[in-house]
């Protein structure tokens, strides 16, 4: 399965001939990303802001290849106070041959204990880390502690070249773990496999 990192929080998973396309953001919304140019079989946002929801960003095609993922949808919420703040939030779970990985969205709040059990094993976990409108830094690790995913692969944050200025940087996150976790891709593509080795991947934005 290959996921490939398309800027913020949107992402192409592809498997057997078939992608799905999550969270993608409407032009001109985030800054310094350029505008959206992919095609996939499907589309799944989180929440309908505008920097996931819009749907129309993405051609549809007929591949003619079967999808290959069972998908999982787990209701949470945007904030800390059940939505009241900013709505609510879908965490999808995508799982093809085996391998099982998660998409958290704008994830605000803390997981409960029913919804670690739903999501399982996690062969990885693509997460919000950047706080303000979502989980920052530290609240990420604590929920990924919980469900000790094979790769994580952080999203939702800023850099010098992209992303909200309220939100907090990379660095943030990646202190929080030990250096030899952390794997920088010089792509913005990876493989993910059934029990793969242990990494905070930093994909490289191409688009």
């Known amino acids: 399965m290959k996921i490939t990192w398309l800027g913020h929080s949107c992402f192409k998973i ?3 001939g078939f992608a ?12 310094g990303l350029k505008d959206l140019d992919v095609e996939a079989n499907m589309v799944l946002c989180s929440h309908s ?7 129309d960003a993405v051609r549809i095609i007929k591949s003619g290849a079967e999808n290959p993922f069972s998908i999982e949808k787990i209701h949470t919420y945007h904030d800390d106070a059940a939505g009241a703040k900013r709505g609510e939030n879908t965490i999808h779970v995508l799982e093809a041959d085996g391998i099982r ?8 709040c803390p997981l409960t204990p029913e919804q670690v059990a739903k999501l399982g094993a996690l062969d990885a976990a693509m997460m919000p880390i950047g706080g303000f409108f979502t989980l920052d830094a530290v609240q990420a690790k604590e929920e990924l502690s919980k469900l000790n995913p094979a790769v994580i692969i952080p999203m939702h944050y800023r850099s010098a070249h992209f992303g909200f200025k309220e ?8 202190d929080l773990f030990d250096p030899a976790l952390i794997k920088k891709y010089d792509t913005d593509t ?12 930093i994909l490289k934005l191409m688009n």
């Open 190 to 201: 990876i493989e993910i496999r059934k029990d793969g080795q242990k990494e905070v991947a």
């Open 14 to 16: 592809s498997h057997n």
């Open 101 to 108: 990985v998660a998409h958290f969205g704008d994830l605000g």
């Open 167 to 174: 939100i907090g940087e990379l660095s943030s996150f990646t």
């Open 49 to 55: 802001h505008f920097d996931h929801g819009y749907a």
């Open 20 to 31: 799905i396309v999550l969270d993608p953001y409407q032009p001109g919304t985030v800054p």
